[in-house]
């Protein structure tokens, strides 16, 4: 990623953020529903926080709009509300998906019953998480199907693959693309179906606490605010 954009983009989510609190709403043009996905220890707690504009959380802080504690995070789905410039922004969040398979089964049909009556009026947006150095799971086709099936119920208007814990990964497009390339080819070799999916998928990369670009290295929050205002961007796309 180029710096100039990196700087805009900074610039952008100042302008972007207006204090939001959970379970704030206001009067607006724009409703996004958001649904994360992802496997237990993939980020989403991290993820809510973000989406909520709060960057510079640290370990421990009580100002955080949810914590691994909050919740067990086995057998609950939770929706969260904030506003962030002209957006009300509803986010689902679910239990995590697991390895094993009579774990999986059960927290795949609690997302299937509880997402439709939390967001009654279908979801916008499907982010889905992966840690950037992790190894893609044994059971990904049967939770990829899963997925599926909740795309064509939900009829998604987008779906973004997010690279979570990517410190490590340089903030250049070379560097990016090419763990992109990867990823995409050792997941088909589990799913060969899920050539689609992947193809017409967006994908972003979250740096919890340090980028390394071309020109310098960007802290947190800094970096956090770089990756909410793109993640926003694009919901102002839809």
């Avoid at 094993?100 to 939390?118: F, K, M, T, Y």
């Avoid at 950037?132 to 939770?143: E, L, M, R, Y």
């Avoid at 410190?167 to 050792?186: G, H, P």
């Amino acid at each position: 990623m180029k710096l100039f954009s990196v700087l805009t983009l900074i610039c952008f989510t100042k302008t972007l953020y207006s204090s939001p609190v959970l379970g704030e709403s206001k009067v607006s043009d724009r409703h996004i529903n958001a649904l994360l996905l992802g496997y237990s220890g993939s980020g989403k707690t991290t993820m809510v926080n973000i989406l909520h504009g709060m960057f510079d959380l640290v370990p421990g802080d009580e100002r955080t709009i949810m914590n691994s504690n909050t919740r067990n995070s086995l057998d609950t789905v939770t929706k969260y509300d904030c506003y962030a410039e002209g957006i009300n922004l509803h986010v689902v969040d679910t239990p995590g998906f697991d390895e094993n398979e009579i774990r999986n089964h059960g927290i795949s049909c609690l997302i299937a019953d509880q997402v439709p009556r939390l967001l009654k009026d279908g979801t916008n947006v499907l982010l889905f998480l992966f840690p950037a150095a992790g190894k893609i799971p044994s059971n990904i086709a049967t939770v990829f199907n899963f997925v599926s099936s909740l795309i064509t119920k939900e009829s998604f208007k987008k779906r973004v693959i997010v690279f979570t814990k990517a410190d490590a990964v340089i903030m250049t497009e070379e560097e990016e693309q090419s763990l992109i390339e990867e990823f995409k080819r050792n997941f088909l070799e589990l799913v060969p179906q899920a050539d689609d999916f992947l193809n017409f998928a967006k994908y972003m990369f979250y740096r919890h606490t340090i980028g390394f670009g071309e020109c310098r290295p960007m802290l947190y929050p800094e970096i956090r605010q770089v990756f909410a205002a793109q993640v926003y961007s694009e919901f102002m796309k839809l």
